[in-house]
């Protein structure tokens, strides 16, 4: 989709549809659409006054315009109530929007920042919310479809109709949504992808690809061998399972535009395909177990999305990548590993194991001396029971850190929530043969996770981010089809700009 900023009235935009979007408990028209109310004798006003459109969230009704102005059609967009509108709102708006053109096969949109007068006039920031919304809202995943009942529906442009002392900041912010949304839905593919064709070694490849199209970041792939040659025992057991048919990758992303200082180390779970290992899943809905890479797929998006965007800061993204699958080979439970650090784990439940391959991970970051270590993993259901699908849980060991992730969350859309990660935790998770187990059972099932995870994040300020209620989504919200989400990539993009020292409002 092709995206322009003008400096144009909504009336004289020659496009296929314009939006006009109204909230539900303002009673008068906006300012820009005076003009075309009297131009369409007053039909705005009428539809208004009858109560026949409300201005609901999500209210939606398309009206010819008869050639009384330059655009064939008009979008209203219900806003929802006054006192709830945020940036995030906006973007909900716009994916909206869009999808009701594509879905109306109409070819050219006209916008305006909906709403704006209700956010603050941080122009930048809504031209870069309102490019993230169009285009994750009218993401498809189609690499597999050979049959379409109708010819697909595509929406060709989306012109931000804006006021000239707008213009500059306005273009300039939806070039960074473009940048930030591209990755997002890069990372969204990486998840899509059936496990047989998104193996640990093609997820590496396609991390490297990347690499090499971002001439800014440097690629390094770990093989079996060097994994091996570094001692991450808790890696090579997870992934003994497939070993000689699918191994595993270690894969490290490196962008230092100022190589002095220390980096934002982010580490990603990378888990192709999870089957429970030996403590098997069940078979329902274990398809959808090729996501249980989100975590890793959103740190290689988000340093796409870094580096693109050139954000003065160093970064540096660690995905351990494997399959979890039963075998001849596979670890049982009641085995013991010993992890890169040195510290021993009693298994005793094979289905816990991306707080094994990330306990590695987070001992490899300390080679950085990082300013601060965020890993991201679908780790527990036991978040989805806590916090269902609309937050991501945080916790970690460095409350200032936590907070600058919490604000983060809540400028990218990307809510966090905070969990407690007392030390009575750890009892959970004390072994009798070991150091730790790697399963403190079902109670506080999230926080004995992060809880073991905290044994190998001593030596730096770290925070853990559960994504596993809100990395896919089974219903379809206005940005988010169904499927998998891309959450985190926005989120980090956020914290590495606060990093950097240049938060967005």
């Known amino acids: 989709m092709k995206f322009e900023v003008k400096a144009t009235k909504l009336e004289s935009a020659a496009l296929d549809v314009i939006v006009a979007g109204l909230f539900e408990d303002e009673k008068n028209l906006p300012e820009e659409l005076g003009q075309i109310d009297v131009a369409l004798a007053g039909l705005l006003t009428d539809l208004l006054a009858s109560g026949e459109f409300t201005g609901k969230a999500g209210a939606q009704l398309l009206l010819p315009t008869a050639g009384k102005i330059s655009a064939r059609w008009i979008l209203l967009l219900g806003l929802g109530k006054t006192v709830d509108y945020q940036l995030d709102k906006l973007r909900q708006a716009v994916a909206r929007a869009v999808q009701a053109a594509r879905d109306s096969k109409l070819s050219s949109l006209g916008c305006p920042a909906l709403g704006a007068w209700r956010l603050a006039n941080h122009p930048e920031a809504m031209g870069q919310v309102i490019a993230e919304g169009a285009y994750l809202g009218l993401y498809q995943y189609e690499a597999y479809k050979t049959e379409h009942e109708d010819a697909p529906k595509r929406l060709e442009s989306l012109t931000l109709l804006v006021k000239a002392a707008e ?6 912010g939806v070039e960074s949504g473009e940048k930030i949304a591209k990755a997002v839905c890069f990372s969204r593919d990486l998840i899509q992808t059936p496990a047989r064709d998104m193996t640990p070694a093609i997820l590496a490849e396609r991390a490297a690809s990347m690499a090499r199209e971002i001439s800014d970041i440097n690629c390094r792939i770990l093989v079996e061998e060097e994994i091996t ?60 177990m090729k996501y249980d ?46 992890a890169m650090s040195g510290k021993t784990i009693e298994v005793v439940n ?25 890993d991201l ?18 916790l970690g060991n460095n409350q200032p850190l936590i907070d600058r992730i919490r604000a983060a969350g809540d400028r990218s859309g990307e809510r966090t929530w905070q969990l407690p990660l007392w030390e009575e935790y750890s009892e959970q998770i004390k072994s009798d043969i070991a150091d730790m187990k790697n399963s403190g059972g079902r109670p506080g099932g999230t926080i004995t996770a992060a809880a073991l995870l905290a044994k190998f994040a001593g030596n730096y300020p770290w925070a853990h981010l559960d994504i596993a209620g809100t990395a896919w989504e089974e ?6 089809p169904k499927g998998a989400t891309g959450i985190g990539v926005r989120l980090l993009v956020e914290l590495a700009k606060d990093f950097a020292g240049m938060s967005s409002p």
């Open 167 to 172: 213009l500059t900041a306005m273009a300039q």
């Open 350 to 374: 094979t289905d816990a194991e991306g707080r094994l391959i990330l306990s590695d991970a987070l001992t490899y970051a300390e080679r950085y001396e990082p300013a601060a270590v965020v």
């Open 229 to 288: 040659q570094l001692k991450m025992g808790a890696l090579l057991g997870v992934a003994r399972g497939t070993l000689g048919v699918q191994p595993p990758r270690f894969i490290i992303l490196e962008y230092f535009p100022k190589p002095s200082i220390k980096p934002l180390v982010l580490v990603g779970k990378g888990i192709t395909f999870d089957s429970g290992g030996i403590s098997l899943k069940p078979a329902e809905g274990m398809e959808k």
């Open 293 to 338: 890479m989100s975590g890793g797929a959103a740190v290689i998006g988000a340093l796409r999305a870094i580096a693109e965007l050139q954000l003065p800061v160093n970064v540096v993204g660690l995905i351990p990548a494997t399959e979890n699958m039963p075998s001849g080979n596979a670890i049982h439970p009641g085995d013991i590993l010993t």
């Open 475 to 480: 219903k379809g919200r206005p940005y988010a």
């Open 377 to 394: 993993a679908t780790l527990t259901g036991a978040c989805v029971i806590a916090l269902g699908h609309q937050a991501i849980a945080v």
